[in-house]
Each structure stands twice: as C-alpha cells, then as structure tokens.
C-alpha cells in the first residue's frame, strides 16, 4: 500500500486525475469505478480539464459507480447519477451508454446487485477503483459490520452517513435511508484502488484504515490486503 500526503486539497485533486487519467491513455478502453460525494469532485474537474485541453480521450471508457440511493431516481437531483452527469460524464466524450451505476430503482435490489456484479465481472473488473472514505470508515456505502459483505446489495445507512450526507438534501428527512452499494468483492477485484481523504476529520479513519487491523468495524481496512492500493491524504 502506498501513502501519500498532501498539502492541499487541490494537490491531491491533480495527483489522483493524473493517476486515473494515466490509466485512460495506457488503456483507452479502460473501466473506471467512479465514485460521489464531496472529496472527487476536484478529481473530475481535472479530468474535465484535461479532455478540454485535448489531452484526454474517454470515448472509448466505460464507467461504473459504487453506488446509488434506493427510491431515487436518475433524474433526480441528488441521485448519484445525476451527480456523476453534473460532474463529469456531460463535461467529456464519455458514451452515456457506457456509463453504469446501480438502479436504485429497480423492484429488487438484491437481484440488481447480482446484475451489477455480473456487469462489472463481464467488463473484466475494473481498471482503476477511486474511492472516498466516510468518517465511519464506509468505502461504497459498506457501512461497518459484523462482516465484510462481497456481492453488490441493498444496505441501511447509518445514522452518522444519513446526517453527513444531509448536506446535500434541504433536510435530513429527505436522505433515503437506504442505497445499494458495490460489494468488498467487486471493490477488491479492481486492478488498483485509489482512496482520497481529505481534511484533518478524516484522518484517524484514514489512519486506522491504512495501519490498524484488518476489521468490519472500519469497513476500508479491507484495502490493506489489495495488492494495488494508493492512499492519498489532503491535510487541508
Ligand atoms: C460515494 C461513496 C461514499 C463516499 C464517502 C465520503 O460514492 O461511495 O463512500 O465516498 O461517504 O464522502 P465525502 O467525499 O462526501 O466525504
């Protein structure tokens, strides 16, 4: 496992672009597992900076996310969809067609965590996992557990996930309770991961995550026993 510290957010935002966009010009084909919330999004506005400037190519990239909110659909504004479109997808020559995330609306999600990890094992794994970390140590949403949960499957936010990501909704009310998330096993079956975490907050996590035992109870230690994983701490 490799660590690396930076100074600021906006270091670590170039570095972590740099290193995915490095895997796109290697392999044109390549696929991304992407993920949301606050911490990538300095990442893809370098992605979205380095198509602009034509050294970037993603037409032939295929994409699939870590997660999606149960009852919320694509269209709606805090979708994980609909954050990946604002983001990036709609800023490149990304296929929409190529672009995956889970159907948090599809009448079973048990069964559409068994289609999600068939796609992502039919797209041979991914290429490069990006990953953040929640202060609960969550990568995904695999919330800490008694175990380390391998298929793609509907899970219960915890209440410290619902109230984090309250910042997103006008009240904590509206943050669904639930979401399907990408399992240990599709993570850990990534070619690389590369985790972000940013601010001092997150810094006993990513610690415990990076050098304390391997457990359930902080879900991303997990990554201590990939081949391929790259840290990368922004202290401010
Ligand atoms: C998002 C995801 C989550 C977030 C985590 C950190 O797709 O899977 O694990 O990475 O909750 O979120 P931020 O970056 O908002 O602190």
Redesign the pocket.
Known sequence: MKIQTFASYEDMSRSAAEAIAAVVRAKPTAVLGL??????IGTYRHLVRMYQEGTLDFSRVTTV???EYIGLSGTHEQS?RYFMEDHLFRHVNIDPARTFLPDGMAPDPVAEGHRYDQLVADLGGTDIQL????FDG????NEPCGEFVKPTHPVDLDPS?IQ??ARFFASEAEVPRRAI?MGMGAIMGAHRVLLLASGQG?KAVFDASANGPIVPQVPASILQLHPDVTMMFAEG
């Open positions: 993920a949301t919330g606050s911490t990538p996310n870590l997660d994980y990953l953040g970390i929640g969550h990568i995904g949403f996930t984090a990501n998330t997150k």
